[in-house]
């Protein structure tokens, strides 16, 4: 179980075999690394299920491989153009999680360098088409992690500044708090080459791409997301988890965020996210033991309309209606920047 996803393994992945998933989509949301949110998005799951499933399916069309063997519809696994009613579940080979070791405060990667293949890969890469006022990047430039120049920039940026060329953030995927990295970290804590880690950048890239291309087309702009690897029996990259979905990426339409950006705006204003950059402050590894407030729920209209934003956003991008009754995303999002005032 994680914070906003179930699993069920039907075949365990050994060292020799990958083995065979289920993910369960639930209508559970995180945000800034809490875990499970008091409030559950009626139909979230089922809509990030099924946009997903498009993006692996037109992926795989440009010879990308990933984990995804099909949506689960009457316990029969089938391709999204076979479902007729939305599901929440879907199919994944699976490979091993190689857990790093925490010594002393410290992770050691060391496992990593022996291996071939059939695991996860250690990280999650990043990618930014811009910099919307929440992205990670104004904090780290703020409190000194990075500089400017480390961007490529010549000086501050500014929020929503669109970026003549992508830039890559990598950072780790399985400690307790993620944690950013520069690349020559990551390379040498997964084992990779250099031909590997290239490699592994120029398929973000072609995957941010045609993502970007995708949305384009309903009208949103593609700010940022992210991607998960693994290297199947044969060391060849493949994609896992989820991707081109509103938690994994930032979309915006007229400057308006579609995302779970909507939550953690809203968020932003309360003091329990204070009480988070307290913690976080105070222990980066058992901040949350020692947060001094729980979250509230989000009001009952913003829900709904964030629900109706996933939903939305699945029927559009799949050009398939699998929610009925479900505004246009236009219609939807200038309630929102009336009820959040963007």
């Known amino acids: 179980m994680g914070s906003v996803k179930d699993f069920k393994i039907i075949k365990p992945a050994s060292v020799e075999e990958p083995g065979i998933g289920r993910f369960i989509f639930t209508d559970r949301y995180s945000v800034f690394d809490w875990g499970e949110m008091p409030d559950h998005i009626p139909n979230k799951g089922a809509s990030i299920a099924m946009l997903s499933a498009y993006f692996f399916e037109r992926l795989n069309e440009l010879k990308i491989v990933s984990h995804y063997r ?15 009613e939305p599901t929440n579940v879907m199919e994944v080979t699976l490979v091993r999680v190689l857990k790093p070791e925490l010594k002393a405060d410290k992770y050691d990667y060391s496992i990593y360098q022996k291996e071939k293949g059939n695991f996860l890969i250690p990280l ?9 006022p929440g992205s990670s990047v104004f904090k780290r430039l703020k409190e000194g992690q990075i500089k400017p120049s480390d961007l490529g920039f010549s000086q501050e940026p500014k929020p929503n500044q669109r970026l003549e060329k992508t830039i890559l953030d990598v950072s780790t995927k399985l400690e307790i708090t993620d944690r950013y990295l520069t690349w020559d970290e990551a390379r040498q804590m997964a084992g990779m080459s250099d031909e590997e880690l290239t490699e592994l950048k120029a398929a ?9 291309a995708e949305f384009d087309k309903v009208g949103l702009v593609n700010e940022d997301g992210k991607i998960e690897v693994a290297y199947n029996r044969e060391r060849k990259l493949m994609l896992v988890d989820v991707l081109g979905t509103l938690d994994e990426c930032r979309f915006t339409y007229e400057g ?9 705006i809203y968020y932003r204003n309360t003091a329990w996210f204070k009480a988070v950059e307290e913690a976080k402050q105070k222990d980066r590894q058992n901040w949350k033991d020692i947060c001094r407030l729980q979250p509230e729920s989000l009001p009952p209209r913003l829900k709904e309309l964030i629900s109706q934003v996933y939903c939305a956003c699945t029927n559009e991008i799949t050009g398939r209606i699998w929610f009925k009754n479900v505004p ?13 005032n963007f």
């Open 256 to 264: 308006i965020p579609v995302s779970k950006e909507i939550a953690r």
């Open 124 to 132: 999650e890469v990043i990618y930014r088409n811009s910099l919307p």
């Open 70 to 84: 099909g949506l689960v519809g009457d316990n029969k696994v089938r391709l999204l153009s076979e479902i007729s």
């Open 328 to 340: 246009a995303l236009y219609k939807i999002l200038k309630e929102i920047n009336c009820y959040i």
């Open 204 to 212: 973000t890239n072609q995957i941010n791409s045609f993502i970007t």
